[in-house]
């Protein structure tokens, strides 16, 4: 399966004083990628949120390596680390988009709950996500 | 009624490259403002919701006179300035905590609607509230 | 001239709690296409700063028509409004890329400054810009 | 030395369709507990900037425990966990004001650098600052 990467400008509004990109917007970075990935791979929100299942964010790490100013174009590549059927995780790279540098590095663990907040067995409830998760599963975008 | 003044820090994430706040968190103060005044009127949040009701923006406009910026001190200080029973009009004044120059104006127009999205006639259906929001038309914080 | 329309993804971090993207968002938009629209008319924000020139929000207005949710796409139409070589109005549509209905629509005004916060004259100073912004005046993109 | 405690009341525009506070946000409650701090400990942002010093964050990490809805008031409580001359790290915990109840944790690393951008030896170019940093590691807030 062949990903789009996922392309983000940054925007005058996520700077700061210091001139460039808060390190705050990086998390959001990361959360629009993983949507984009979770889009990609056929498991749109809306299918998620028709399937009943919410999947809130248990942890995020971030680390900086180089600033983004504003205007610079970044790809954010999302990466399914890790899957045990409860619980996944989510690593990124940030790079220029330009010069390919890597920006930043993180990631995210995340779990799936119903609609009355207990925790969903993917195995057993949603067969076809859980092929879908194991197939992604350090996939190389 | 004494109202108590609405007081926000400047804070690091607020600011842009230009050194100072983004001009579209002041549209998130009089939000701030907005919500601690219909709590002190006795009209919260929790309150709106056991009604079952919810007030959607539909207009905002503001104007920048002076920066504010990082760990600045300012008040924000909201006012009813129209209501007809269907609508309302909150105006704003932005300023300095040390000094009290103005640093930004606006106004902010919202609606009362029911769960399904239906206008609520405040004076039929909650009287109190009603009579609440007609006390405060152009009470002077 | 052509201009390409502005795009945005509604993002999930947009939202708030009533299940659309918060109405200060949108000003942030208008500033996305702005941005995007000096871009594309060759007065990018680097020119700015390489000539000098700061050009702050004085003022915005938002008109709130329809909501938007999570992952829907939208246009962000701006077209310079007035001009008068000293300030400018950009007005704005936002649209459903899907249907597009108006969401939104709004207006931002803004004066050029220099690098020490006095006012520039176009005409006299930069006068390829101004006759750009001449140029855009009410150009229908 | 006795340090106030630093309050945050969620606001609407914190939270997201999740009907809850997004997570980004905890990030920028870091900052905001952080800045605090080091202006309570005599090293506001004003005094880093006379002495041409910036901090900027190289890592952060945040677990993510409790939910916090609309209005909910916390306590974020950061502390100077670990500090070698180069680089601090500064832990959070954030509390709900009302029960104490462990909503997140998290860190963040920091590193001081002159206006050149390069590092910062405290112990020798500002050994005020140094002396009050070792004081305040693992100082019970």
């Known amino acids: 399966m062949e990903l789009k990467k996922y392309k983000h400008k940054a925007q005058y509004y996520e700077t700061d004083q210091m001139g460039v990109v808060h390190h705050s917007n990086y998390i959001r970075w990361f959360e629009e990628s993983r949507v984009d990935l979770l889009e990609q791979i056929g498991f749109s929100y809306d299918k998620m949120e028709e399937a009943g299942i919410v999947s ?5 790490t971030a680390e900086y390596i180089l600033v983004t100013r504003f205007a610079e174009e970044v790809f954010i590549i999302p990466r399914i680390s890790s899957f045990n059927g409860l619980k996944f ?4 790279e940030v790079r220029s988009a330009e010069s390919n540098e890597l920006k930043a590095a993180g990631e995210s663990r995340h779990c799936f709950l119903d609609s009355s907040f207990k925790p969903v067995r993917l195995k057993k409830d949603f067969p076809d996500v859980y092929k879908l998760f194991m197939d992604m599963l350090n996939h190389e975008g």
Do not use: K
Not at 89 to 92: K, L, M, P
């Open 89 to 92: 995780t989510v690593s990124y």
């Open 56 to 60: 809130p964010v248990l942890a995020v």
